[in-house]
Structure formats: structure tokens, C-alpha cells
């Protein structure tokens, strides 16, 4: 079992910066690519990010390209999602995932998931 805590989330102005923190704990971190996935009301869950489990490699959907940057510290188990040029389309709830292997875009791949963090970005 791997547990996911995600922290950071907050009310921003569009325009604005936020940081993601997802904290690991059970098995060994090192051995799991980590993935970033969002939740608007109404919509399905969408990739965001992803990164190797030992950071060499990453993922991005276009919609953030250029905008948000992934990545992760083994040594205190955390992945990170730096979040600048929010848009008021960037709100909803951001969930951490990870998964055995290399790192993919698709939600099925990802084995464990924390609970969320709301992100909100006003206009």
C-alpha cells in the first residue's frame, strides 16, 4: 500500500502561483512514477502531469504546458506541482496518483490515489 497526502491548494487570483505537495508513505517511493490529475464540477478526472520514479522523465498535457512544472524529492518521499499562470479554468480538485512503471497519462495506470486538494482561481 502506498498513501498519498496532497497539500497546498487554495483561492488564488488568476494570473497567480501556487505549489502541490503530495507526501508518500508505505512502500518505497523511489520505485513509483507519480502522476497529477484534476477534477472540475461536472467534468471527468484529466491528467495534469506525470514524472519517472526517479524524476528523469515527464509528462504534460498541453493545457498546462508551459505553465506547470512537476517534480519529486525521493529523499522526503514528496512530489511537487508547480502551478504559475493559473487560469480560472485551472480550478478543481487535484489528486496525486502513483504507479509501477513508467509514467502515463491515462488514470487506469495508476494504482493509488490521495483524496484531493480544491484549487480555486477567480478572475
Known amino acids: 500500500q502506498v498513501q498519498l497526502v496532497e497539500s497546498g491548494g487554495g483561492l488564488v487570483q488568476a494570473g497567480g502561483s501556487l505549489r502541490l505537495s503530495c507526501a508518500a508513505s508505505g512502500r518505497t517511493f523511489s520505485n513509483y512514477a507519480m502522476g497529477w490529475f484534476r477534477q472540475a464540477p461536472g467534468k471527468e478526472r484529466e491528467f495534469v502531469a506525470a514524472?519517472?520514479?526517479?524524476?528523469?522523465?515527464?509528462l504534460d498535457a498541453d493545457s498546462v504546458k508551459g505553465r506547470f512544472t512537476i517534480s519529486r524529492d525521493n529523499a522526503r518521499n514528496t512530489v511537487y506541482l508547480q502551478m504559475n499562470s493559473l487560469k480560472p479554468e485551472d480550478t478543481a480538485v487535484y489528486y496525486c496518483?502513483?504507479?509501477?512503471?513508467?509514467?502515463?497519462?491515462?488514470?487506469?495506470?495508476?494504482?493509488?490515489w490521495g483524496q484531493g486538494t480544491q484549487v480555486t482561481v477567480s478572475s
Open positions: 496518483a502513483a504507479s509501477l512503471g513508467t509514467p502515463k497519462s491515462g488514470s487506469s495506470w495508476y494504482d493509488y
Open positions: 514524472v519517472s520514479s526517479r524524476g528523469g522523465s515527464t
